[in-house]
């Protein structure tokens, strides 16, 4: 069964920083294109951050410098690093994963990240 589980979500101030994690099981995690979303009441998902395969990465704009994406695929698991943390960036934070040979998309259930004084 493939299953994707996020965590280090939290409550942090502003400026402060949370490293998210995303365990990945019963896929191929080294050749998957692994992304990092996020979702507000009231608002589109959002994706927040990108890596293919081989390591090339892209960022929204709106976290471009703060946050930083990347994946250990010998622990078959992705990360979302997030410094400078604001309230805007409030949210439920969603690792997936995409075979674009097959089209096959999977998802995590999420973590929340809650930015407040």
């Known amino acids: 069964q493939v299953r994707l589980v996020e965590s280090g979500g939290g409550l942090v101030q502003p400026g402060g920083s949370l490293r998210l994690s995303c365990a990945a099981s019963?896929?191929?995690?080294?050749?998957?294109?692994m992304n990092w979303h996020r979702q507000t009441p009231g608002k589109q998902r959002e994706l927040v951050a990108s890596i293919t395969s081989d390591g090339n990465t892209n960022y929204a704009n709106s976290v471009k410098g703060r946050f930083t994406i990347s994946r250990d695929n010998a622990k078959n698991t992705g990360f979302l690093q997030m410094n400078g943390l604001q309230p805007e960036d409030t949210a439920v934070y969603f690792c997936d994963a995409y075979y674009s040979m097959t089209g096959w998309h999977y998802w995590g259930q999420g973590t929340q990240v809650t930015v407040s004084s």
């Open positions: 019963g896929l191929t995690f080294n050749i998957a294109h």
